[in-house]
């Protein structure tokens, strides 16, 4: 029967060598151009930003803090997408 210790430190090695080479953009900086999103929603009314990729939080910040506004005038960039 084989699998001793020698083997499975082998197989492991082996295994980290292959996942190291791989980049998936996690934590760290390799991947902080992935996470970070432009600031391209700016609010016209406040000047308050929000990433590109949070459009439905910016049409609640429109609903909410402008009532008076509506989502267009508050965001005209994002409106025009």
């Known amino acids: 029967m084989g ?7 082998a ?3 082996a295994k ?12 760290g900086s390799t991947g902080q151009a992935k996470r970070t999103a432009a600031m ?12 590109n990729t949070q459009v439905k939080a ?3 910040h429109a609903e909410t803090k402008h009532a008076k ?9 994002a409106s025009a997408a």
């Not at 699998?3 to 430190?9: E, F, I, L, R």
């Not at 980290?16 to 934590?27: C, H, I, P, Q």
């Not at 391209?40 to 990433?51: A, E, G, H, I, R």
């Not at 506004?69 to 960039?77: H, I, R």
């Open 69 to 77: 506004s509506d989502f267009a005038t508050c965001f005209p960039m």
């Open 11 to 13: 197989i492991s090695r």
């Open 16 to 27: 980290n060598l292959a996942k190291a080479g791989s980049d998936t953009g996690g934590g």
């Open 58 to 60: 910016a049409q609640q």
């Open 40 to 51: 391209d929603l700016k609010c016209t009314v406040c000047m308050q930003c929000f990433p």
């Open 3 to 9: 699998g001793g210790n020698a083997q499975k430190s």
